[in-house]
């Protein structure tokens, strides 16, 4: 039952490389959404998809970027990591429309150094 | 624009007595859901419950319980004879429903739960 699986679980990076987030579903869903989560907050979104070819910005979407070329993956993308950008990142997804039950991804911590 | 506040940042308790947190949203639309979600020390987070905005019932499973109060715009959570594996952080979220498609979360901050043994 893999559910949300989303590679890396850690990161470190030097300021200004570039990586991507990994995330895979396997429950067939057409939504998926990236949030980051900063110590003590809650977490905000930064990017979703309501399917495969088609993506939008949520709150926080400066300094990454997306793709969802398959319904089962939703990688994000960090061009020029800024310490900014140390966070926990969860991967979601859901069947959509008015259930909206999300299911998270275990995170990836990322330090930006 | 959408908010939710958990107030309480921080509760201790010690094993066996009940716990409440609370949720306070705030929201235009007419249509929407609200979630609580459990983070343990793991880190990965667990859907708890969904409720729409159409059903005030509350809701009981087992030792949790939900308070739905559109009234107060409130969304309590209850944990009765709390256990030390009920240490956690928990969210409350409230899911927007836009035309466009945009079903994202809106998280509170989250309520650090410890229960002492």
């Known amino acids: 039952n893999a559910g949300v699986t989303q590679t890396p679980k850690f990161r470190i990076l030097k300021i200004g490389q570039s990586m991507t987030l990994q995330c895979a579903q396997d429950?067939?869903?057409?939504?998926m959404y990236w949030y980051r989560q900063d110590p003590g907050m809650g977490l905000k979104l930064i990017y979703y998809?309501?399917?495969?070819?088609?993506?939008d910005k949520g709150e926080v979407p400066n300094g990454y970027n997306v793709s969802r070329s398959t319904t089962e993956d939703f990688p994000l993308r960090l061009e020029l990591a800024a310490p900014s950008q140390t966070s926990v990142y969860f991967c979601?997804?859901?069947?959509?429309?008015?259930?909206?039950?999300?299911?998270f991804g275990a995170g990836t911590r990322l330090s930006v150094l | 624009a959408q908010k939710v506040t958990q107030a309480q940042t921080e509760i201790s308790v010690v094993e066996k007595e009940d716990v409440t947190l609370d949720c306070v949203y705030e929201?235009?639309?007419?249509?929407?859901?609200l979630f609580w979600y459990k983070q343990p020390p793991s880190g990965e987070l667990v859907f708890l419950i969904r409720?729409?905005?159409?059903?005030?019932q509350n809701e009981i499973s087992g030792r949790y319980s939900w308070n739905f109060q559109k009234s107060t715009s409130s969304f309590n959570f209850t944990i009765t004879a709390s256990q030390v594996v009920d240490s956690a952080v928990y969210f409350c979220?409230?899911?927007?429903?836009?035309?466009?498609?945009?079903?994202?979360?809106?998280f509170g901050s989250g309520t650090r739960l410890q229960v002492q043994p």
């Open positions: 979601a997804s859901s069947y959509g429309q008015n259930q909206n039950i999300q299911y």
């Open positions: 429950m067939n869903h057409n939504y």
């Open positions: 998809s309501v399917g495969a070819g088609i993506t």
């Open positions: 929201t235009r639309d007419t249509t929407y859901y």
């Open positions: 409720r729409n905005s159409f059903d005030e």
């Open positions: 979220a409230l899911s927007e429903y836009k035309d466009t498609g945009r079903r994202a979360l809106t």
